[in-house]
């Protein structure tokens, strides 16, 4: 009898695998996406996409899920549940939709918050075919120079400058010819991101199996056997450098993507990740970052769904049975009840568990575990610079710059983070400079005759805490006064690189972590989201790091799900959409990937006959 049970049951186990895998319908087709339309760039017509204020009367009736956010992660989830014919809603606290995608204008110049380029956008590729799929097609990009990336390292007469180059075999000739005694180093990076971009599904495979599989995987050492990612996602990136060479300027080529953490506490594969995004090419939206949700939003709307703004969520509703069955909207001073099915948060993991939840939920010793597992980012600060110049005047290009003080970035970083508030405006050792307008063939059609640039560094949350209670605009002289410091010392570091660009400023503004604690509900300011930490990239912890949740019914989207940046987001999103429907989407990607490489290939065939 005990035998027949045990059948049965494996069975019911193999089954279910069966129907998890292959059993329902793919939210994917070819037939889905068309050639793009005419673009619009009328700001009205735009707005009633992205601006769709929140109302009782414009709450879809019969919802199937509610989503907090409208970053890449809430969006991709939505659009996706969308494509299966779900009825999503979409509530954002902003003034617009698309989180760190969402553009602003001011005094002529348009700005994104937080994309700067996108990679992996090459024909067939996975990330090309799920974003045209979400979008059905209606994304254009444009191809940056083959140099995308500069980085240069140290000031005066002690200046490096290296070129980052995009190509499959000429990113690593490149390199090797501007260091010609660490060729063998740089085929070893080169070998570690090849096999973590061809192996990370295995890494995502386990938030999607079931968790006591996966620490049994992972425990008994199983799964180390069939790649070294399970290894490196763990080793520390100063520590593979190390290995790999003592050249310092060459470590900071293997790490210079920063998100807040040192190589020392970051993940190897993380970090061969980000290069890896832009071997294939690095792209930027025709029309900029706002295009993203624009194209996104009426894929939600047509299955029933919609995108609402001005939709702050102050609280997730729970049952007594503790399942989530819908939020409330602060409107005013009343709060409305917005109620279904599936509680989507693309809020990030703090804002939801110690925000959103009821506190007698948040008090729970799985909630707590779940948040033991992050760490707050780092706080992100950005300069917006606009320019009564073409770029032509200004000598810019769309190639991107990365700035260090110093070769030695954990040393430079720890410095850095360590120092008082008013010593830290005038040592900021690192910064990221991007030129949007220089991107977009399209802003000079849009904004003739001007320019514009955005600055980027890290920073303390700490720093800026005193005036964490004031409203925006209403923060004070002193605050602006300390604000400014920042900006100018960045300014000023980016004019020895780009000296034209003084004269011509005709706008500056910055924004400091409380910029973004308010236009993004970003918590503490990371931009990133949770840090991007060793601890959080170990195996088990990345198995633990589910998309469900404690709270039955409620499940988490976004950068806290894999990663950071755009690609980790949507990547969330797709996640995320896996575990609401109970089906694997990467499965059904796949299949499409591989026939419209059959369709590419009979394409090729047929020009050549």
Not at 252 to 265: A, R
Request: include cysteine.
């Amino acid at each position: 009898m005990w035998l027949l049970v045990l059948l049965l049951g494996v069975a019911a186990y193999l089954y279910g695998i069966y129907r998890f895998l292959f059993g329902k319908r793919s939210p994917f087709s070819a037939e889905s996406v068309r050639p793009p339309g005419k673009r619009m760039y009328e700001q009205k017509e735009r707005d009633k996409v992205l601006k769709q204020g929140f109302s009782v009367d414009k709450v879809p009736e019969n919802l199937d899920a509610v989503v907090i956010g409208s970053g890449m992660g809430g969006l991709t989830a939505a659009a996706i549940l969308a494509k299966v014919g779900k009825r999503v809603l979409v509530l954002e606290q902003h003034d617009q939709a698309g989180g760190c995608c969402h553009s602003y204008i001011e005094k002529g110049f348009e700005f994104d918050v937080g994309l700067h380029y996108i990679g992996q956008l090459h024909e067939n590729s996975l990330f090309r075919i799920a974003l045209d799929q979400i979008t059905e097609g209606q994304l254009e990009f444009i191809k940056l120079d083959q140099h995308f990336d500069t980085i240069v390292i140290g000031d005066g007469d002690e200046r490096r400058i290296y070129r980052i180059h995009t190509g499959k075999t000429e990113m690593a000739e490149h390199l090797k010819k501007q260091f010609p005694n660490d060729t063998q180093a740089i085929d070893a990076f080169f070998k570690i991101m090849k096999v973590s971009a061809t192996k990370t599904h295995y890494l995502a495979a386990l938030k999607l199996i079931p968790l006591w599989l996966a620490l049994f995987l992972l425990k008994s050492r199983i799964a180390h056997l069939f790649s070294p990612i399970f290894k490196w996602a763990s080793t520390s990136a100063t520590i593979m450098n190390n290995r790999l060479t003592s050249n310092k300027d060459l470590h900071i080529i293997f790490s210079y993507f920063f998100y807040g953490v040192p190589p020392k506490d970051s993940s190897t594969v993380i970090n061969a990740l980000l290069l890896h995004h832009y071997k294939r090419g690095a792209y930027y939206p025709k029309g900029g970052a706002s295009e993203i949700p624009f194209h996104i939003i009426p894929v939600i709307q047509k299955a029933g769904g919609n995108v609402l703004v001005r939709a702050p969520v102050c609280c997730i509703l729970v049952d007594e049975k503790e399942r989530a069955y819908g939020v409330t909207v602060k409107r005013g001073t009343e709060e409305v009840k917005v109620l279904a099915p599936v509680v989507i948060s693309d809020a990030g993991v703090f804002t939801t568990y110690q925000k959103l939840l009821p506190p007698e939920i948040q008090a729970k010793p799985e909630i707590q575990d779940r948040l033991s597992m992050m760490k707050h980012g780092r706080g992100t600060f950005l300069v917006f610079a606009g320019f009564d110049a073409t770029q032509e005047e200004l000598g810019i290009v769309s190639t991107n710059s990365w700035l260090y003080k110093t070769n030695d970035m954990d040393d430079m970083m720890d410095c850095f983070f360590s120092l008082s508030k008013e010593e830290a405006p005038d040592n900021i050792p690192m910064m990221f400079i991007t030129f949007p307008s220089a991107k977009d063939p399209t802003a000079k059609v849009r904004h003739p005759g001007k320019s514009w640039m955005t600055l980027l560094t890290m920073v303390n949350y700490e720093w800026f805490e005193e005036w964490t209670d004031t409203g925006v605009r209403r923060r004070g002289s002193e605050y602006e006064a300390y604000k400014m410091r920042y900006a100018n010392t960045l300014f000023d570091w980016a004019c020895e690189h780009f000296p034209k660009l003084r004269d011509k400023l005709v706008f500056l503004e910055a924004a400091t972590p409380l910029t973004n604690m308010h236009y993004l509900g970003a918590s503490r300011g990371a931009m990133y989201s949770a840090e991007q930490n060793l601890d959080r990239f170990h195996p088990e912890a990345i198995a633990r790091n589910k998309c469900s949740t404690p709270v039955k019914n409620l499940f988490i989207s976004g950068q806290d799900v894999f990663s950071c940046g755009i690609a980790g987001a949507l990547h969330g999103g797709l996640l995320c959409a896996s575990t609401v429907l109970d089906h694997i989407i990467y499965i059904d990607l796949l299949f499409l990937k591989k026939k419209l490489k059959k369709r590419t290939r009979a394409k090729l065939t047929k020009k050549q006959e």
